[in-house]
């Protein structure tokens, strides 16, 4: 991986921790919320919509960095 991969990896995750942060901190009751209607749900349909945002994040990234 080159110097500029690590550098976007690193944004990248940065990013994701300073939004889980706000989401945590500006509403954590909704973050309770969304985690007790998440284990009312089947591992399955967990994955599922896990592989389709992760699908959706990649095409983004695709878009975006061309």
């Known amino acids: 991986m080159t110097g500029v ?7 990248a995750l940065g990013l994701v921790l300073v ?6 901190a ?3 009751d909704l973050l309770k919320r969304l985690v007790a209607e998440m284990l009312a749900h ?4 967990l994955r599922l919509v896990g592989l ?3 699908a959706v994040g ?3 990234v695709w878009l975006v960095r061309g």
């Open 5 to 11: 991969g690590v550098f976007d990896l690193a944004t």
């Open 26 to 28: 500006l509403a954590p």
């Open 58 to 60: 990649v095409l983004v």
């Open 19 to 24: 939004l889980e942060g706000l989401l945590l």
């Open 42 to 45: 089947s591992a399955q349909s």
């Open 52 to 54: 389709l945002s992760a």
